[in-house]
């Protein structure tokens, strides 16, 4: 395979560009890093010079990196789907970037997308492929568990420590459940060994998944200790999460299946203090661990935090973000589960850094809407927030005021990505 990537930034066609690891097209780059099932590296060569790559750009100008791990179906071939949304993701992110930075310190950042490739899609077939959920979902945990987590500890490592340099990771569906695994360790350890002033270090620059397709399970062990104690005014979100309502396979295939493949299991009520009836704040309820394993994370209504919602058309779209406090009928369980009422857990800490958020087919309309201008609007803005505050490290004045980051306040981060929805409509392409 060529290293030439340099030749995508005249012929992005040709042959040289398509087989490079690290594609440097004229407004962004775009680098490779496969796995196989067994979460290796097919090429530990190959990985080294896009980690080399992007440390020369991060020790010089500065980066904006965003890490994505595709899901099922999918993996790094040029023509996927996947692949073709996340460039051109890239290419309107950096018209986003370019208006709202531009003549900043911010401005010379290079964005650099790294997309995560493994091989999501086993089966080619149209009816048999939909048979591979589950033999995926095992795929996906190996690889949570194996080379994905150091190529992150790396590229966090890269960019860590210099203001200048930003990195958020992105997981969909089964890349979300990659993501879960080879972070949940790591958070756990953040919430619960903070510093002095009650400040958890955030991996990078926060993490944010897409409709996550791993059990809620998984995601119990940073939920419960990052439940311990209250944090710092300005902490930053550890871990964000947004699913839909819409999407079929984690409402329904995904519980049916763990249904069936965890059907010789014993599975225990936990007596948990915090875990209650949102009406009835003061009976704790047992959580079940049927529950737990039957539901992704990102659809469990007990961890929800906010609601996500548009109306309108074109121009006149305005997103609105609830807290699930506020609107607790629209946090309730959804899909095939047998969790009823308004489950919820807490009460949560103050500044609590995990975000749970639950929208609808106003804004993702099936598992796979993630490319859509309105995820976008949501991604870019929790992106615009963490490149906001790297400028603000460069201000000492500013670094004196803590100010908490922009999803802390709802009405706040409505506003703003209704302000990314007009602007990236206004951008041309």
């Known amino acids: 395979m060529s290293d030439d990537g340099g030749a995508c930034r005249t012929d992005p066609d040709s042959p040289a560009c398509r087989s490079s690891a690290y594609q440097e097209f004229e407004r962004f780059d775009l680098a490779f890093a496969e796995f196989s099932e067994r979460g290796n590296a097919f090429d530990d060569a190959r990985v080294e010079a896009v980690l080399a790559k992007i440390a020369a750009k991060a020790r010089a100008d500065g980066v904006v990196l965003i890490v994505f791990v595709h899901g099922w179906k999918h993996n790094a071939s040029e023509d996927d ?15 986003v970037l370019g208006s709202s930075f531009a003549g900043t310190a911010l401005g010379s950042r290079r964005l650099v997308g790294v997309y995560v490739g493994w091989r999501g899609a086993s089966i080619e077939l149209p009816l048999l492929k939909e048979l591979t959920f589950w033999d995926r979902k095992a795929v996906a945990e190996e690889l949570g568990s194996g080379g994905v987590t150091r190529l992150l500890l790396d590229l966090d490592r890269i960019t860590a420590g210099e203001a200048r340099n930003v990195m958020v990771v992105v997981g969909h569906s ?12 790591l958070i756990t350890e953040r919430v619960t060994n903070r510093a ?16 996550p397709a791993i059990e809620a399970n998984q995601a119990l062990p940073f939920v419960e200790a990052a439940l311990q104690r209250p944090y710092a005014r300005d902490q930053l979100p550890l871990f964000i999460s947004i699913s839909s309502d819409a999407d079929a396979a984690t409402h329904y295939a995904f519980p049916a299946g763990q249904t069936i493949g965890l059907a010789m299991w014993r599975q225990a009520d936990l007596q948990r203090s915090y875990y209650h009836d949102r009406r009835a704040p003061e009976q704790p309820l047992p959580l079940r661990e049927r529950h737990l394993d039957a539901t992704t994370a990102g659809n469990f209504a007990p961890f929800l ?7 309108g058309e074109g121009d006149a779209l305005r997103f609105t973000l609830d807290t699930c406090e506020a609107a607790g009928e629209r946090c309730r369980p959804m899909g095939w589960t047998t969790l009823s009422g308004q489950p919820t857990i807490g009460p949560l800490p103050a500044h609590y850094p995990l975000y749970f958020i639950k929208t609808d087919k106003s804004v993702m309309t099936d598992h796979n809407d993630i490319f859509n201008q309105k995820v976008r609007s949501f991604v870019f803005t929790v992106i615009d927030d963490v490149v906001r505050r790297s400028l603000r490290e460069t201000d000492k004045a500013a ?6 980051p922009l999803i802390a306040s709802p009405e706040r981060f409505a506003a703003r990505m209704n302000t990314l929805w007009s602007q990236m409509n206004l951008t041309p392409r």
């Open 81 to 95: 789907p996947n692949v073709l949304s996340f460039k051109d993701s890239l290419e309107t992110m950096t018209g």
């Open 399 to 404: 670094l004196a005021v803590a100010e908490p």
């Open 305 to 311: 935090t906010h609601r996500l919602h548009a109306a």
């Open 174 to 185: 089964f890349g979300g459940a990659i993501v879960v695994r080879a972070l949940s360790d």
């Open 196 to 211: 002095g002033d009650e400040r958890a270090r955030v991996f990078g620059d926060g993490v944010l998944v897409l409709n």
